[in-house]
């Protein structure tokens, strides 16, 4: 008889995750305003959402919330994660601080596991801030979970062809991702205007330049990004 090999520590991540609706949002490449989705989406979902913090090299999602700086605590029942508002932040950060890591790539899969697996993670939604590119946290997700892909780009030509091969790798694994184009377009006395031409996304963002003034308080920002999120995006996501 062949018995397969249990990791213990797998099995407590997929029991923390099941029964969820998991929203992955990923990007091909930096600087294209995924966490900023991530942000904006968990804030959006009701009544609650976690949002779970992997892009363990920038750990932007503690800095848009304001709490790069604040400790996780852990209860007899595991991580607690950070409240604000409607959403239940848990982050690498909470336990580094606002400190650079580096980790070698299993280690990065181990610590995502352990992570989810240690975690208190009530909510009905569980969103995931992916790091940039097709890493082991992808392969990792699949293991643990069935989940809905977000795919983030901006409309440059560069961006947009990068995550086409992403798009292309999800659809290999049967896997139907939405692609968000963000800072596509601004509203100019009622109509869209797209500068940089693209606008053949499930969902295309505006430019609000406002946002800027809400890195730290994500929470308290309500302009058209997160309208547009609310409308747009999350009728889109159907479980």
Known sequence: MWWKKVEPLLEL??????????IAVMSSKGGVGKSVVSALLSLSLVPSATLIDLDIHSMGIAKL??????SLE?????IVPIKIGNVNLISLAGIVRDRYVILPGRNQSNV??????????NSDYVVFDLPPGLGDEVLVLEELTDFKPVAVTTPSKIAIKVVKNLIDYLNERGKKSLIVVNMSYFNCHGKREY??????????LPIDPNLEEYIGKIHEYN?????VIEKELIPKLVF
């Open 13 to 22: 991540a997929k029991g923390k995750l099941k029964g969820k609706k998991v």
């Open 74 to 78: 852990v209860s007899k029942e595991g």
């Open 223 to 227: 302009g058209d990004v997160k309208k």
């Open 112 to 121: 995502m596991k352990e992570l989810i697996a240690y975690s208190i993670i």
């Open 195 to 204: 500068p940089f031409g693209y606008k053949d996304g499930d969902v295309n």
């Open 65 to 70: 919330f304001g709490v790069e700086n604040r």
